[in-house]
């Protein structure tokens, strides 16, 4: 899983329940957002002991349609600057489709990475309640590439379990709690996962705003060892919406902060004035 993508930000929390329902299984009630929601954020690098702006992401959130039903229409764009293209290049383009009760219906994520594009993308189908996986890859080489699985568990992909995670109940959750969250790629299964580090209230970058935020790790197992890849701040709120990302990088430290948002549904109540 590629871990320069801040929108990972598809994993900024979790979820907790499943609602029994024969064709989508796998769904939540949605009580988190609306759709016309859209995030923006500013990535920063840590370089030479400076945070220097690098980049900025964007994410929106339509209700739309998917083959005939009607679905989410969620878009994540993160661009880099001229400062970072000189030490690594980043263009990734990521859409997903999922019911109005937020099963995954289809994934797709191009990336220019380095020198290297490639394409993701997964259909999620649900056969007898089962959630099967069809998976196509386009290499950076060119390739086409298809993979199929039935994993017998509810299975994610970045983006979809963005939406899904951030309907958990917060009050459930205890310091230390640990979340398992499969999440899929073109051709691989990960088990990955979440721990809850408690609450912690946090300034903006560049403002005076402050928000009384839950703190999760992003965690996941690398060469026999738990590696944390990314500690998320979400408003202590009806809407947990992700204010700032620390990612934690083979070449360094990175940080997104959030920089401005439109259509959120419910009132910012973490927010401390």
């Not at 739309?64 to 679905?71: D, E, I, L, P, V």
């Not at 902060?257 to 109540?269: E, I, N």
Request: contains cysteine; aromatic residues 12%; positive net charge.
């Amino acid at each position: 899983m590629n871990k320069k993508i801040l929108f990972l930000a598809s994993l900024l929390t979790l979820s907790l329940t499943f609602p029994v329902n024969a064709q989508a299984q796998c769904g939540i009630e949605n009580k988190a957002f609306k759709s016309g929601e859209f995030l923006s954020y500013d990535l920063y690098f840590n370089w030479q002991f400076v945070w220097v702006k690098v980049g900025t992401a964007s994410m929106s959130t339509v209700q739309s349609r998917y083959k005939g039903q009607n679905a989410y229409r969620a878009s994540l764009i993160t661009r880099g600057n001229s400062k970072l293209d000189n030490m690594f290049v980043m263009r990734d383009t990521l859409v997903s489709y999922s019911t109005l009760d937020l099963s995954p219906l289809y994934y797709r994520k191009g990336a220019k990475e380095g020198n290297r594009y490639y394409v993701d993308e997964i259909w999620f189908s649900y056969p007898n309640g089962q959630c099967h996986l069809k998976q196509h890859e386009i290499t950076s080489k060119g390739e086409s590439l298809w993979h199929q699985m039935t994993p017998g568990k509810c299975v994610y992909d970045m983006m979809s379990i963005y939406l899904r995670a951030r309907n958990f109940d917060a009050a459930q959750l205890r310091q230390g709690q640990k979340i398992t969250l499969p999440i899929a790629d073109a051709k691989h299964l990960q088990n990955t996962w979440l721990v809850y580090q408690g609450k912690e209230t946090i300034e903006m970058k560049n403002s005076n705003s402050k928000y009384r935020c839950l703190v999760l790790s992003f965690m996941e197992r690398e060469d026999g060892e738990d590696k944390e890849i990314i500690r998320f701040f979400v408003t202590d709120d009806q809407n947990h919406v992700p204010v700032r990302l620390d990612m934690f990088l083979r070449f360094g430290s990175a940080k997104a902060y959030l920089t401005g948002m439109k259509g959120v549904r419910s009132p910012l109540t973490s927010k401390v004035k």
